[in-house]
Protein backbone atom coordinates (compact mmCIF):
# COMPACT_ATOMS: atom_id res chain seq x y z
CA UNK A 1 0.00 0.00 0.00
CA UNK A 2 1.76 3.28 -0.75
CA UNK A 3 1.81 6.22 1.87
CA UNK A 4 -0.44 8.19 -0.33
CA UNK A 5 -3.66 5.48 -0.26
CA UNK A 6 -4.91 7.21 3.31
CA UNK A 7 -8.49 6.86 4.46
CA UNK A 8 -10.11 10.35 4.60
CA UNK A 9 -12.93 10.71 7.30
CA UNK A 10 -14.05 13.77 9.08
CA UNK A 11 -10.41 15.55 8.46
CA UNK A 12 -8.74 12.99 9.63
CA UNK A 13 -6.55 11.13 7.83
CA UNK A 14 -6.02 7.28 8.45
CA UNK A 15 -3.25 4.65 7.48
CA UNK A 16 -5.21 1.75 9.53
CA UNK A 17 -8.12 0.54 7.65
CA UNK A 18 -8.98 -1.61 10.30
CA UNK A 19 -11.34 -0.27 13.08
CA UNK A 20 -11.96 -2.43 15.91
CA UNK A 21 -14.77 -2.77 18.30
CA UNK A 22 -14.46 -2.99 22.49
CA UNK A 23 -17.63 -4.30 23.30
CA UNK A 24 -16.78 -7.75 24.22
CA UNK A 25 -12.95 -7.31 24.71
CA UNK A 26 -11.85 -7.30 28.39
CA UNK A 27 -10.46 -4.30 29.12
CA UNK A 28 -7.08 -5.73 30.02
CA UNK A 29 -7.00 -7.02 26.33
CA UNK A 30 -6.93 -4.09 24.74
CA UNK A 31 -3.72 -2.78 24.43
CA UNK A 32 -2.50 -6.07 23.04
CA UNK A 33 -4.89 -6.03 20.54
CA UNK A 34 -4.88 -2.44 19.55
CA UNK A 35 -1.08 -2.44 18.90
CA UNK A 36 -1.59 -5.87 16.42
CA UNK A 37 -4.56 -4.50 14.74
CA UNK A 38 -2.57 -1.19 14.03
CA UNK A 39 -5.72 0.25 14.10
CA UNK A 40 -6.22 3.86 14.41
CA UNK A 41 -9.95 4.12 15.95
CA UNK A 42 -12.01 2.22 18.03
CA UNK A 43 -15.66 1.75 19.23
CA UNK A 44 -16.51 2.04 22.57
CA UNK A 45 -20.47 1.55 24.10
CA UNK A 46 -20.63 5.03 26.16
CA UNK A 47 -22.69 2.72 28.86
CA UNK A 48 -19.39 0.33 29.20
CA UNK A 49 -17.62 3.78 30.55
CA UNK A 50 -17.47 3.99 34.20
CA UNK A 51 -15.24 7.16 34.58
CA UNK A 52 -15.58 6.85 38.95
CA UNK A 53 -13.42 2.98 38.49
CA UNK A 54 -10.74 3.39 36.30
CA UNK A 55 -9.97 -0.31 36.15
CA UNK A 56 -13.72 -0.88 34.75
CA UNK A 57 -13.06 2.11 32.16
CA UNK A 58 -11.79 1.06 28.66
CA UNK A 59 -11.13 4.58 28.05
CA UNK A 60 -8.25 3.93 30.55
CA UNK A 61 -6.79 1.38 28.14
CA UNK A 62 -6.62 3.56 25.11
CA UNK A 63 -3.71 4.82 23.51
CA UNK A 64 -4.20 8.72 23.28
CA UNK A 65 -3.23 8.47 19.64
CA UNK A 66 -6.02 6.72 18.48
CA UNK A 67 -9.87 7.91 17.62
CA UNK A 68 -12.40 6.92 20.29
CA UNK A 69 -15.84 6.91 18.14
CA UNK A 70 -18.68 6.35 20.81
CA UNK A 71 -21.40 4.18 19.65
CA UNK A 72 -24.88 5.03 20.71
CA UNK A 73 -25.21 1.06 21.54
CA UNK A 74 -28.69 0.50 23.53
CA UNK A 75 -30.38 3.36 21.66
CA UNK A 76 -34.25 2.60 20.07
CA UNK A 77 -34.72 5.74 18.75
CA UNK A 78 -33.43 8.81 17.11
CA UNK A 79 -34.43 10.83 20.31
CA UNK A 80 -31.84 8.33 22.39
CA UNK A 81 -29.60 8.21 19.59
CA UNK A 82 -28.86 11.95 20.12
CA UNK A 83 -28.85 12.09 23.93
CA UNK A 84 -25.69 9.17 24.06
CA UNK A 85 -23.84 11.03 21.16
CA UNK A 86 -24.59 14.41 23.77
CA UNK A 87 -22.89 12.14 26.36
CA UNK A 88 -20.37 11.37 25.06
CA UNK A 89 -19.19 14.20 23.75
CA UNK A 90 -19.55 16.06 27.10
CA UNK A 91 -17.46 13.06 28.89
CA UNK A 92 -14.50 14.09 26.43
CA UNK A 93 -15.08 11.47 23.91
CA UNK A 94 -14.89 13.75 20.74
CA UNK A 95 -17.05 14.56 18.02
CA UNK A 96 -16.86 11.69 16.26
CA UNK A 97 -19.76 9.03 17.49
CA UNK A 98 -20.73 5.27 15.49
CA UNK A 99 -24.88 5.55 15.66
CA UNK A 100 -26.61 2.41 16.41
CA UNK A 101 -30.45 2.57 16.87
CA UNK A 102 -31.84 -1.32 17.07
CA UNK A 103 -35.07 -1.73 17.45
CA UNK A 104 -35.32 -5.48 16.63
CA UNK A 105 -34.34 -7.57 19.75
CA UNK A 106 -34.33 -10.75 17.95
CA UNK A 107 -32.01 -9.91 15.15
CA UNK A 108 -30.55 -6.62 16.56
CA UNK A 109 -30.96 -5.39 12.88
CA UNK A 110 -30.40 -1.86 12.54
CA UNK A 111 -33.63 0.93 12.15
CA UNK A 112 -33.01 3.08 8.91
CA UNK A 113 -35.09 5.52 9.33
CA UNK A 114 -34.56 6.37 13.20
CA UNK A 115 -30.71 6.34 12.39
CA UNK A 116 -30.92 8.68 9.09
CA UNK A 117 -33.79 10.85 11.96
CA UNK A 118 -30.04 11.22 14.02
CA UNK A 119 -27.41 11.99 11.51
CA UNK A 120 -29.65 14.41 10.35
CA UNK A 121 -29.44 16.06 13.97
CA UNK A 122 -25.86 15.33 14.84
CA UNK A 123 -24.30 16.92 11.63
CA UNK A 124 -26.18 19.98 11.92
CA UNK A 125 -24.11 19.90 15.62
CA UNK A 126 -20.71 19.19 14.51
CA UNK A 127 -20.67 15.17 15.04
CA UNK A 128 -18.33 13.42 12.74
CA UNK A 129 -21.19 10.93 12.05
CA UNK A 130 -20.69 7.20 11.03
CA UNK A 131 -24.24 5.18 10.55
CA UNK A 132 -24.50 1.52 11.18
CA UNK A 133 -27.36 0.65 8.23
CA UNK A 134 -28.75 -2.57 7.03
CA UNK A 135 -27.23 -2.23 3.24
CA UNK A 136 -29.77 0.13 1.53
CA UNK A 137 -28.77 2.38 -1.39
CA UNK A 138 -31.67 4.68 -0.67
CA UNK A 139 -31.09 5.16 2.74
CA UNK A 140 -27.31 5.56 2.11
CA UNK A 141 -27.76 8.13 -0.59
CA UNK A 142 -29.89 9.80 2.39
CA UNK A 143 -27.29 9.24 4.83
CA UNK A 144 -24.71 11.14 2.45
CA UNK A 145 -26.88 13.97 1.59
CA UNK A 146 -27.31 14.45 5.32
CA UNK A 147 -23.59 14.75 5.74
CA UNK A 148 -23.03 11.45 7.10
CA UNK A 149 -18.87 11.14 7.32
CA UNK A 150 -19.31 7.48 5.58
CA UNK A 151 -21.59 4.40 5.96
CA UNK A 152 -20.93 1.54 8.02
CA UNK A 153 -23.74 -1.26 6.53
CA UNK A 154 -23.78 -4.98 7.81
CA UNK A 155 -21.98 -7.86 6.58
CA UNK A 156 -24.62 -10.44 8.70
CA UNK A 157 -26.43 -9.83 11.91
CA UNK A 158 -23.74 -8.19 14.75
CA UNK A 159 -21.74 -11.21 17.04
CA UNK A 160 -22.90 -13.70 14.21
CA UNK A 161 -19.54 -14.25 12.65
CA UNK A 162 -21.07 -15.17 9.59
CA UNK A 163 -19.02 -12.82 7.17
CA UNK A 164 -20.62 -11.49 3.77
CA UNK A 165 -24.32 -12.66 4.13
CA UNK A 166 -25.33 -9.20 2.24
CA UNK A 167 -21.97 -9.18 -0.68
CA UNK A 168 -24.49 -8.46 -3.83
CA UNK A 169 -25.95 -4.93 -1.72
CA UNK A 170 -22.55 -4.19 -0.04
CA UNK A 171 -21.20 -3.93 -3.99
CA UNK A 172 -23.66 -2.00 -5.21
CA UNK A 173 -23.39 0.65 -2.16
CA UNK A 174 -19.58 0.53 -3.16
CA UNK A 175 -20.00 1.60 -6.85
CA UNK A 176 -22.75 3.86 -5.74
CA UNK A 177 -22.35 5.92 -2.81
CA UNK A 178 -19.76 9.03 -2.99
CA UNK A 179 -18.71 7.83 0.75
CA UNK A 180 -16.15 5.80 2.79
CA UNK A 181 -18.01 2.20 2.71
CA UNK A 182 -16.84 0.38 6.50
CA UNK A 183 -18.31 -2.81 6.24
CA UNK A 184 -19.45 -3.55 10.29
CA UNK A 185 -20.83 -6.56 11.81
CA UNK A 186 -20.82 -10.33 10.56
CA UNK A 187 -17.33 -10.55 9.78
CA UNK A 188 -15.81 -13.49 11.44
CA UNK A 189 -12.96 -14.40 9.51
CA UNK A 190 -9.79 -12.53 8.11
CA UNK A 191 -10.37 -14.06 4.21
CA UNK A 192 -13.98 -12.38 4.77
CA UNK A 193 -12.18 -8.90 5.80
CA UNK A 194 -10.00 -9.69 2.58
CA UNK A 195 -12.55 -10.22 0.20
CA UNK A 196 -14.67 -7.14 1.75
CA UNK A 197 -11.44 -5.23 0.86
CA UNK A 198 -11.00 -7.08 -2.69
CA UNK A 199 -14.88 -5.72 -3.53
CA UNK A 200 -13.47 -1.90 -3.19
CA UNK A 201 -14.73 -1.35 0.76
CA UNK A 202 -12.95 1.58 2.29
CA UNK A 203 -12.34 -0.35 5.80
CA UNK A 204 -14.07 -2.83 8.05
CA UNK A 205 -14.91 -2.89 11.62
CA UNK A 206 -14.01 -6.12 13.68
CA UNK A 207 -15.15 -6.71 17.26
CA UNK A 208 -16.67 -10.64 17.78
CA UNK A 209 -13.82 -12.57 15.43
CA UNK A 210 -11.21 -10.88 17.49
CA UNK A 211 -13.06 -11.09 20.99
CA UNK A 212 -13.75 -14.48 20.60
CA UNK A 213 -10.95 -16.16 18.98
CA UNK A 214 -8.29 -18.24 21.00
CA UNK A 215 -5.68 -15.53 21.05
CA UNK A 216 -7.25 -12.03 20.31
CA UNK A 217 -4.04 -9.91 19.87
CA UNK A 218 -3.21 -13.09 17.10
CA UNK A 219 -6.69 -12.82 15.57
CA UNK A 220 -6.38 -8.68 15.29
CA UNK A 221 -2.63 -9.59 13.00
CA UNK A 222 -4.13 -11.41 11.05
CA UNK A 223 -7.06 -8.99 10.29
CA UNK A 224 -4.28 -6.30 10.01
CA UNK A 225 -2.62 -8.34 7.38
CA UNK A 226 -5.97 -9.44 5.89
CA UNK A 227 -7.57 -5.90 4.97
CA UNK A 228 -3.89 -4.36 3.58
CA UNK A 229 -3.94 -7.45 1.32
CA UNK A 230 -7.45 -7.38 0.19
CA UNK A 231 -6.98 -3.27 -0.06
CA UNK A 232 -3.91 -3.55 -1.64
CA UNK A 233 -5.46 -6.82 -4.17
CA UNK A 234 -8.27 -4.26 -5.37
CA UNK A 235 -5.73 -1.81 -5.88
CA UNK A 236 -3.90 -3.30 -8.28
CA UNK A 237 -6.95 -4.53 -10.19
CA UNK A 238 -7.79 -8.53 -10.14
CA UNK A 239 -7.47 -9.79 -13.94
CA UNK A 240 -10.54 -11.33 -15.49
CA UNK A 241 -12.05 -14.58 -15.08
CA UNK A 242 -13.08 -17.15 -17.19
CA UNK A 243 -15.48 -20.48 -17.20
CA UNK A 244 -12.46 -22.12 -19.51
CA UNK A 245 -8.42 -22.55 -19.14
CA UNK A 246 -5.87 -20.66 -20.40
CA UNK A 247 -2.38 -21.72 -20.41
CA UNK A 248 0.07 -19.62 -18.45
CA UNK A 249 2.66 -20.81 -20.89
CA UNK A 250 2.91 -22.18 -24.26
CA UNK A 251 1.65 -25.43 -25.26
CA UNK A 252 2.15 -26.19 -28.41
CA UNK A 253 5.57 -27.42 -30.57
CA UNK A 254 8.41 -27.61 -27.85
CA UNK A 255 8.41 -30.82 -26.93
CA UNK A 256 7.40 -32.51 -30.63
CA UNK A 257 10.51 -29.95 -31.99
CA UNK A 258 12.98 -31.34 -28.91
CA UNK A 259 12.29 -34.66 -29.85
CA UNK A 260 13.25 -34.30 -33.51
Known sequence: MTREDRLEIGGKSLNSRLFVGTGKLPNQLLPGVIAAAGTEVVTVALRRVDFRSPQENPLSYIPENVIVMPNTSGARDAGEAVKIARLAQ????????????????????????????????????????????????????????????????????????????????????????????????GIGKPSEAAAAMEMGADAVLVNTAIATAGDPALMAGAFAAAVKAGREGYLAGPGPSSLYAAASSPLTGFLREVSK
Open 90 to 185: AAGCGNWVKIEVITDQKYLLPDNEETVKATEILVQEGFVVLPYIMPDLIIARQLEEAGAAAVMPLGAPIGSNRGLRSREFLRILVEEINLPVIIDA
